[in-house]
């Protein structure tokens, strides 16, 4: 079944789930959040199946697909807005001392994407060091 996710993520353009470094910055504001919110995110985050990486990394979307078409759980809303919003903004370094800068955005309520100050595609694999992420909600 894996397998199959992750052949049709490719064919849409994208992959299966979060990469290394995505995982622990959602993994960290997942930590910072209170207790109901932690648990939307978290199962939001378990939903997505789709992940589409725009410029180099700079945009990351994340999508859950069912039936060919994007699904919105209700459930999963971190909050009753049904605008953009940004949830957290952080900052990390990686081995080599290269700086990062970026944010988490919800849409519509619901977690949606990562955006960084420069290309990730080269870091997907890394883990963020002297992470400082706040929340921004």
């Known amino acids: 079944m894996k397998l199959f996710r992750s052949i049709a993520a490719l064919l849409r353009g994208g992959a299966p789930g979060f990469s290394v470094l995505e995982s622990e910055l959602l993994v960290e504001a997942q930590r910072r959040l209170d207790a109901g919110r932690a648990d939307q995110l978290k199962r939001r985050v378990e939903s997505v199946n789709l992940v589409q ?16 078409k994007p699904a ?7 909050l009753g807005e049904n605008d953009e919003r940004e949830l957290a903004k952080f900052s990390f370094r990686t081995s080599d ?12 309520g619901q977690l949606f994407s990562l955006e960084f100050d420069n290309i990730t595609e080269h870091i997907l694999d890394c883990h963020p060091l002297d992470l400082d992420l706040s929340i921004c909600i």
Do not use: M, P, T
Request: glycine residues 14%.
């Open 72 to 78: 919105f759980d209700e459930s999963l809303r971190l």
């Open 53 to 68: 990486r725009l410029d180099g990394g700079r945009e990351v979307n994340a999508y859950s697909i069912k039936n060919g």
């Open 97 to 108: 001392g290269r700086h990062y800068k970026g944010s988490i955005w919800l849409v519509n």
